[in-house]
C-alpha cells in the first residue's frame, strides 16, 4: 500500500470527514468501473459508487494494512455492490446493448471503428462474470493475481475464463482495442454517507 493512502487512511480513522480525501482520489476510477459494466447508465452506476464507499467506510474502524492497494480493497467491495445488484430482478432494456460508447470508436478509421463497434456490442453480449474479469483485466490493466483477489477465484480460474473469453471474441481482431478505452468524465459528487449524522 502506497504512503499516501496509509496517511488518509490513519487520518480518515480518527476524523471520519477526512474520508472525503479518500473518496475524491478513488470515485472517479470506480465510478468507470461501474459505468463500463452497466451499459454506462450513469445514475445506477452513481448510485453503486455510493453503495461501495458507504460499505468502505463503515468498515474504516475495522480496516487493517494491507499489502495490496486501497484500490483493490475498494475493487474487491465494488465487485460484491455489483453482483448484489444483478441479483436483484429488474427490467433490461435491450437498447442500451446496441449503444456504442463514442470513445470505443472516435480514433479508429472506419472499417476499424466497424470492427470495434462489433467488437463492443459483443462484449455487452457475455455473461457478467465474464465481462467482469474481462474488464478488470484490458480495461484496468489489473494483474490475474488482482482479478483472482476481486472475484474471489483462484488465478488458474481467472487464466481459464480469460482464454475462454478471448476464444468466444477471437473472430474480433481489435480485442487489444479494449486497453485503449478512455476514462468517462463525471462530476464530483461530495460522499451522501459523510452527510448522514
Same mark, same amino acid.
Given at each position: 500500500?502506497?504512503?499516501?493512502?496509509?496517511?488518509? /487512511?490513519?487520518?480518515?480513522? #480518527?476524523? $471520519?470527514?477526512? @474520508?472525503?480525501?479518500?473518496?475524491?482520489?478513488?470515485?472517479? %476510477?470506480? !465510478? &468507470?468501473? !461501474?459505468?463500463?459494466?452497466?451499459?454506462?447508465?450513469?445514475?445506477?452506476?452513481? *448510485?453503486?459508487?455510493?453503495? =461501495?464507499?458507504?460499505?468502505?467506510?463503515?468498515?474504516? $474502524?475495522?480496516?487493517?494494512? %494491507?499489502?495490496?492497494?486501497?484500490?483493490? @480493497? +475498494?475493487?474487491? /467491495?465494488?465487485?460484491?455492490?455489483?453482483?448484489?445488484?444483478?441479483?436483484? $430482478?429488474?427490467?433490461?432494456?435491450?437498447?442500451?446493448?446496441?449503444?456504442?460508447? *463514442?470513445?470505443? =470508436?472516435?480514433?479508429?478509421? !472506419?472499417?476499424?471503428?466497424?470492427?470495434?463497434? +462489433?467488437?463492443?456490442?459483443?462484449?455487452?453480449?457475455?455473461? =457478467?462474470?465474464?465481462? &467482469? /474479469?474481462?474488464?478488470? %483485466?484490458?480495461?484496468?490493466?489489473?494483474?490475474?493475481?488482482?482479478?483472482?483477489?476481486?472475484?474471489?477465484?483462484?488465478?488458474?480460474?481467472?487464466?481459464?475464463?480469460? =482464454?475462454?473469453?478471448?476464444?468466444?471474441?477471437?473472430?474480433?481482431?481489435?480485442?487489444?482495442? /479494449?486497453?485503449?478505452?478512455?476514462?468517462?468524465?463525471?462530476?464530483?459528487?461530495?460522499?451522501?454517507?459523510? *452527510?448522514? #449524522?
Amino acid at each position: 500500500m502506497n504512503r499516501e493512502d496509509i496517511q488518509l /487512511i490513519k487520518e480518515a480513522k #480518527k476524523n $471520519p470527514a477526512a @474520508y472525503e480525501a479518500l473518496y475524491k482520489k478513488y470515485a472517479n %476510477r470506480l !465510478f &468507470n468501473y !461501474f459505468w463500463y459494466r452497466l451499459g454506462h447508465q450513469k445514475d445506477i452506476a452513481e *448510485d453503486l459508487l455510493q453503495e =461501495t464507499f458507504m460499505r468502505a467506510y463503515q468498515k474504516l $474502524p475495522h480496516f487493517y494494512l %494491507r499489502s495490496y492497494s486501497y484500490y483493490s @480493497y +475498494l475493487l474487491s /467491495i465494488a465487485h460484491n455492490v455489483i453482483v448484489d445488484y444483478y441479483r436483484q $430482478p429488474k427490467f433490461i432494456s435491450l437498447d442500451s446493448v446496441n449503444d456504442v460508447p *463514442d470513445e470505443i =470508436t472516435q480514433y479508429q478509421k !472506419f472499417d476499424q471503428q466497424r470492427n470495434a463497434e +462489433l467488437l463492443w456490442r459483443a462484449i455487452q453480449q457475455l455473461p =457478467t462474470n465474464e465481462k &467482469n /474479469i474481462l474488464l478488470l %483485466r484490458y480495461k484496468n490493466n489489473l494483474s490475474i493475481k488482482e482479478i483472482a483477489r476481486i472475484i474471489g477465484k483462484s488465478e488458474n480460474a481467472v487464466k481459464i475464463s480469460l =482464454t475462454r473469453i478471448r476464444k468466444k471474441l477471437s473472430r474480433h481482431p481489435y480485442l487489444k482495442a /479494449i486497453a485503449d478505452f478512455s476514462e468517462h468524465k463525471r462530476q464530483y459528487v461530495s460522499p451522501q454517507f459523510l *452527510d448522514r #449524522k
